[in-house]
């Protein structure tokens, strides 16, 4: 009994003598609740401000506001085509460029009998390298260019392991995601500085969040346009010049199988035109954004999810996606 009383006394006393090392615990508990707290308020405030507050008032005039001539890279499918048709409707005249000239001519035309603008075509292969791009710079020498656009962009056939990509695809991801976006910017740059205005949206993809296995080269090359982007904003903010990267998530295009999952998730995955109406929307206003409002929502998620877990899912729906685009080449 003594034994048993003993025990119950030194338990008493160590309780006592911890009470204050729970008070602290308890208070960094508090604190550490409130600070995620306050954090997850004014993310969700961003996402409102960002996404839904501009599409309720007047469209900006991006004429006036960067000037009259935007040029936008791989602007025959996609989110660049529909960028292209966007700005097109804001008044904007716009210069294409794609390797493929027939789609090119189409898209232009298209653009503009629907929107009244002057379009022009610039026909390059960024995967050739260096040699292209002397042309492209004479033609852009004497014009206004207000906003540039990149988008081009190389991807894997399907998400596959790096060993087994073909090194004309690396080569691609190098010359066309990374060299491209580079010297495209440093051609308009100085116009832009020498008139004290215009944006510069670099495309990249929600891949660059963390390490993305089975697109192991191409979520890198986008993670250099983000950091890329995100150092240009730093060094010509001053100079009047909005450098925005753009970070989207999926978005189908035409290359995308129909019979994908993520097509029967609209609200997860919009149309290229639907993002892109959503995306012009944020231009000068946020640097870093997804472009669209569940793309913030999964980009939070990203941002908080431990890396673990983000690996887990990527080898789950690059899994999936490699099974139907194999089924769809059987």
């Not at 550490?32 to 599409?55: E, G, M, N, Q, W």
């Not at 936008?72 to 966007?86: C, F, L, N, R, V």
């Not at 832009?192 to 191409?218: D, N, Y």
Request: overall charge positive.
């Amino acid at each position: 009994m003594a034994a048993v009383d003993s025990f119950y006394l030194l338990y008493r006393e160590i309780a006592r003598s911890c009470n204050c090392y729970m008070e602290a615990l308890a208070l960094v508990g508090a604190w550490y609740t409130a600070r995620k707290s306050i954090t997850v308020i004014c993310d969700f405030y961003s996402l409102v401000r960002l996404h839904f507050i501009p599409r309720l008032g007047s469209r900006p005039d991006l004429i006036k506001q960067y000037g009259r001539w935007a040029v936008i890279s791989g602007a025959t499918d996609g989110i660049g085509k529909a960028y292209a048709e966007e700005l097109a409707s804001h008044g904007l005249n716009v210069i294409l460029i794609s390797q493929e000239e027939e789609k090119l001519q189409a898209v232009a035309k298209h653009i503009a009998d629907t929107y009244r603008v002057e379009t022009f075509v610039l026909v390059a292969d960024f995967s050739r390298g260096r040699e292209i791009y002397a042309p492209i710079r004479e033609a852009l020498r004497d014009r206004d260019i207000g906003i540039l656009v990149n988008d081009m962009g190389a991807f894997y056939p399907y998400p596959q392991y790096f060993s087994q990509v073909p090194e004309d695809t690396l080569w691609d991801i190098v010359n066309v995601n990374i060299a491209a976006a580079s010297l495209m910017v440093h051609i308009v740059l100085p116009g832009m500085v020498e008139r004290k205005k215009g944006a510069i949206v670099t495309v990249s993809s929600g891949s660059c969040c963390k390490p993305t296995p089975q697109l192991a080269a191409f979520s890198a090359s986008k993670a250099y346009l983000d950091h890329f982007s995100r150092a240009l904003q730093y060094e010509y903010a001053s100079k009047g010049i909005f450098v925005q990267s753009l970070i989207p998530f999926y978005v189908p295009s035409s290359g995308t199988a129909p019979a994908s999952f993520l097509h029967r998730c609209p609200w997860l995955a919009p149309s290229p035109r639907v993002y892109a109406q959503h995306a012009v929307s944020t231009l000068g206003i946020s640097k870093r954004t997804t472009g669209y409002w569940s793309h913030s929502i999964q980009f939070l998620f990203a941002q908080y999810m431990p890396e673990w877990l983000w690996v887990w899912g990527a080898n789950l729906l690059n899994r999936s996606l490699r099974k139907e685009a194999l089924s769809c080449q059987a």
